[in-house]
């Protein structure tokens, strides 16, 4: 029995010290790799995530939901990552920004939120102060790439019988997303809205049509004018003979 014990304990022992990759102590379903100490208190010391004093609803970039209902979105642009909280009935509860130049992933980690920053290969976490508590690194492995892909990309999110859905309020626009303008969630008594960037979302595409519109004509006037100089050029040439 003692020679069965002893080797179990050199049993767990190989396990937990020799295996490449552990499961996340956040809880993100994420495979990590542990960052050495004083290399995590540079990142903590470095990285920040700043509380905004004030928020206007952008487009849905990926989201998760908590067992109590409470929603984080992910959203911003321009090199600036935007993670914010809302309550089951969607209120506004508080927001978080970071620099962050590339694409990311928020989750929920037990109460805490965790932060998935793709290029920088780091998960953090962090409290409801936007204290970063935890960090560990995310290796680019295939494990990786197909929990981000079918889990933390997903559109959807079930907590119990109640359904959360990102959606444009088009089948075919929600197909090719990368963003979303709102979050819907339906229950036994029918569908809510508890996330609505329509404005924003309806302004940002405005500013995309008619930069679409002024780099179109800029190309089209620009090939009237060089036909035209060709046509010119060849009646000069005509004339001469």
């Known amino acids: 029995m003692k020679h069965l014990k002893r080797a179990i304990t050199l049993l767990v022992f190989v396990l937990v010290f020799t295996l490449p990759f552990a ?12 960052i050495p100490q004083d290399e995590k208190a540079e990142i903590i010391n470095t990285v ?12 849905v970039k990926c989201f998760d939901v908590r067992e109590d209902g409470k929603v984080l979105i992910g959203t911003g642009g321009g090199g600036t990552a935007i993670i914010v909280v809302y309550d089951s009935f969607g209120n506004y ?21 965790a ?31 197909i929990y981000q892909n079918d889990i933390l990309s997903a559109t959807t999110r079930k907590v119990g019988d ?13 197909r090719f997303a990368s ?29 995309k049509i008619i930069i679409f519109i002024a780099v ?8 009237v004018i ?13 004339s001469m003979r």
């Not at 102590?25 to 790799?33: I, N």
């Not at 969630?185 to 309806?202: F, L, M, Q």
């Not at 179109?216 to 090939?223: D, E, K, V």
Request: hydrophobic share 30%.
């Open 23 to 34: 499961a996340s102590a956040l809880d993100a379903g994420l495979k990590t790799e542990t």
């Open 48 to 59: 920040k995530f700043t509380e905004r004093i004030t928020y206007t609803p952008q487009a």
């Open 93 to 113: 509860q508080d927001a978080f920004e970071t620099e962050d130049p590339g694409s990311f992933k928020v989750m929920w980690s037990g109460n805490d939120i």
């Open 115 to 145: 932060y998935y920053s793709i290029r920088g290969q780091r998960l953090y976490k962090i409290n409801d102060d936007g204290e970063i508590i935890d960090v560990v690194r995310v290796p680019s492995i295939a494990e990786n790439s």
């Open 162 to 174: 109640v359904t959360y859905t990102m959606t444009n309020e088009s089948t075919l626009a929600d």
């Open 179 to 207: 963003s979303f303008k709102k979050i819907i969630k339906t229950d036994a008594s029918g569908t809510t809205v508890i996330y609505d960037a329509s404005g924003n979302h309806r302004n940002n595409t405005v500013i």
């Open 216 to 223: 179109s004509a800029f190309i089209i006037t620009g090939a």
């Open 226 to 238: 060089q036909i035209k100089r060709h046509c010119q050029n060849n009646t000069g040439d005509g």
